[in-house]
T-cell receptor, first 112, second 109 residues
Framework: NAGVTQTPKFQVLKTGQSMTLQCAQD?????MYWYRQDPGMGLRLIYY???????DKGEVPNGYNVSRLNKREFSLRLESAAPSQTSVYFC???????????FGSGTQLSVL | QKEVEQNSGPLSVPEGAIASLNCTYS??????FFWYRQYSGKSPELIMF????GDKEDGRFTAQLNKASQYVSLLIRDSQPSDSATYLC?????????FGKGTRLHILP
């Protein structure tokens, strides 16, 4: 039972570099989410996909893009990384919108 | 007003006592309410969810929802040192889940 798998677990980037965070779930869930967590800030929603083929902005979408590649996979791309994007990123999935979330193990990203 | 508000704590509670965690939300249309526990360096894990007004109990945990007051709480009975963690309140807004900043709970042995 893998659940929600995120890669990589750790990443260091230089300002201006690009990268893609990968997320896959094996629970046949319809909805997938990307959150970032900064100290003392809780979880802030970046983008979400309520169902395959749809994506929508969350609370803090600037500087990010997403792709819902298929029902299983939802990737997050940083086109030109900035130090303000240093954070822990969590992918999550749920059976449907507004249902309980299952989280991946997180990606610790540092942008220098 | 922030969408989901929680006291950041830390909340210190003696072992064996009841810990009470509170959360208020701004969207009267919210229908789904969740409590997640997060240990340091780990992912959040769901401990309770509630959709209807009133109380919902699961073991030592009770979630309470009052939609008229836009208030949701979590009670932890017989608190254990292993309950020391950050507790995140989450509420739906339309078709997305929004989190509060979390309350740090410290159980004193």
């Amino acid at each position: 039972n893998a659940g929600v798998t995120q890669t990589p677990k750790f990443q260091v980037l230089k300002t201006g570099q690009s990268m893609t965070l990968q997320c896959a779930q094996d629970m046949n869930h319809n909805s997938m989410y990307w959150y970032r967590q900064d100290p003392g800030m809780g979880l802030r929603l970046i983008y979400y996909s309520a169902s395959e083929g749809t994506t929508d902005k969350g609370e803090v979408p600037n500087g990010y893009n997403v792709s819902r590649l298929n029902k299983r996979e939802f990737s997050l791309r940083l086109e030109s990384a900035a130090p303000s994007q240093t954070s822990v990123y969590f992918c999550a999935s749920s059976e449907g919108a507004n249902e309980k979330l299952f989280f991946g193990s997180g990606t610790q990203l540092s942008v220098l | 007003q922030k969408e989901v508000e929680q006291n950041s704590g830390p909340l210190s509670v003696p072992e064996g006592a009841i810990a009470s965690l509170n959360c208020t939300y701004s969207d009267r249309g919210s229908q789904s309410f969740f409590w997640y526990r997060q240990y340091s360096g780990k992912s959040p894990e769901l401990i309770m969810f509630i959709y209807s007004n009133g109380d919902k109990e699961d073991g030592r945990f009770t979630a309470q929802l009052n939609k008229a007051s836009q208030y949701v709480s979590l009670l932890i009975r017989d608190s254990q040192p292993s309950d020391s963690a950050t507790y995140l309140c989450a509420v739906n807004r339309d078709d997305k889940i929004i989190f509060g900043k979390g309350t740090r709970l410290h159980i004193l042995p």
